[in-house]
DNA sequence: CTGAAAGCGCTTACAG
DNA sequence: CTGAAAGCGCTTACAG
């Protein structure tokens, strides 16, 4: 350790233009009560002196804490949620000492009510950033509008809303990773037969993850137009409503030789098919979930897609830190990359 | 923003100790002179209060710069090393506010003693920590027991060094790297023929990257031991060489199906395999280089590997900056995930 | 072995 | 519209 170079701080900007830091400081802020003469002579010095102001003295001064909502699924059925968590925990335990404090709140994702009512809560609490999940079309659509009302800086994660105030997203390319999908399963299928996409979800029309069936079927369209492609739809999360599901799928088509699940639940498929000793059908399905790893080192399972889910959030909340502490400009759009996950490389992957 | 918690410095701990600040700095930084009876009892009061010192006011009283220093190939031929260089940059530009400062050294791949000479420099200099590719295994070791002996924490990324005591390696997996590189390789062939693995290297016996070729035969040993592998060393890196070799090889084993290139030299040999028409041949190699890149797009490279060289460097700055500024403790070793990047998913990665 | 005091670079009332 | 002064929580000579 050793010593700094020559200070350039509000002292000597206060020095050159024969005014008091209190002046500087208030024209480094913005603030209003400075005459414009002197404001102009003062953003000039900064400007000549390339000034950066001391974050460690400045925090310090203010004694203020950043207070940050996080407005996520409470962990239920798949732990999906755990991931994501586990990136802002880890974001705040690197960023608390520079005085941030974080506090969750959790919707239940069967009752978009619980989400208002989070969000009205999170409103009434008073907080300087917000990052969430916007899983409900209507009810994230109110809250980012009140957000946006209340100068209230919010960041989108996993999925993502059009025309929103959102300070940025943080999440899949969900159409390319479908896309993805389609051409790991052509890679691996060699014989011929039928392709299924399931949908294994409680809302009839899951609005986030549709872009993924889109890009599916686009790479089928553009490569293997004459493929045939059945969609499964299961409307029930459970194992007895999965497998009745898919028990008539392939009744009906016994030619089906591929199955790619458009969200986490792959696992219930692989379970049926390991039931019913049919693993030799390819399956491709989505996230690092422990259940997942599970039929992926049985094989069952060729490959998992996914897409950082913890650096979602730890990426989500620096987002949010930089831009209130640093006032750094963030990109509005910062696409994770689309992970293949195997049984070789399975050990090492990180969410 | 909202006022904190209440204060529990230093301030509350001398007072409940009775003595000075002064003196509890000197126990909290375990420096001499303090008799036992004081240390203990303002050791018992740190632990009762669970003392955490503000870090932001002890860097800003203590006015120190660390100086790290970073020991990594000139970036020459390939850019591989651009990468670990713009993460070491990143992880600067987010920590200089908190006085670090980082001098780059850099040497040359294909001559050790420049390896020698500026580590030699680096001690010269005397930093307080230093990040770097041990490529030389008798250099990086000499200066690794050098570091060692003037108590200078040292990283190592890329590659490591064993029996050394490097803070830690951050870096890829490498044997179950190759382990992949020889499923993807099964994955994509239906068909048969022989399979080739190829060294593109200078140096007789790159010793970093054995493990590579170790993994991809383990593979073939465990799963289709009767396959055929030819290994193909080409010693120079020039084109016109390495277009040379495989011409050798293919017409002595027309039946060659795949080629595994282990390292990021794979864009040469695309670029034979398209100027010979052969770009049925299954390609695999490594790193996310614009050239590979570019043979990816094309179809030649059916699938590159890559070990997020751009992470590397920013988690190995950050390694050194929390075991130096925190006290942290670090993992010895940090594998990195093994990324698998395709013509559909390569647009999101950033290495 | 210990303490009083100045200072790090900035912010915040408060007074004018 | 502007400034003097106290203070953030810690570190650093310096004096004893």
Sequence with gaps: MEKPTEYMGVKEIARR??????????VIHNRTGVSKKTRTKIMAIIEELNYQPNILASRLASRKTLHLAILIPQSQ????????LKGIQRAESEIKQYGVQISPYHFDLSDKHSFAEQGKRILAAGVDGVLLAPSFLE??????????K???PFVYIDSTLPHQANLCYIGPPLYQSGYLGARLLTFGLARPGKVGVVNISKEVANYNYLPIEEGFRAFFREHQPEKEIL???????????VAAGLAVVLAT???????????SRVSTVATFLEATNRQHLLLI???FLPENVAHLRQGTIDFLICHQPEEQGYRGIMALYQSLVFSASIDKVHFMPIDIIT???????RN
């Design 17 to 26: 233009a024969n005014v008091s830091i209190a002046t500087v400081d208030r």
């Design 77 to 84: 059925e798949t732990d999906f949620w755990a991931a994501p």
């Design 139 to 148: 009810e994230a659509t109110q809250f980012s509008q009140d957000c946006q």
């Design 150 to 152: 209340n100068n209230i």
């Design 231 to 241: 969609r499964v739809d299961i409307g029930q999360t459970d194992y007895a409503s």
């Design 253 to 263: 088509h016994p030619d089906l030789a591929a199955l790619f699940v458009t969200n």
């Design 285 to 287: 399905g989505y996230d």
């Design 343 to 349: 049984e070789e490389n399975h050990e090492f992957y």
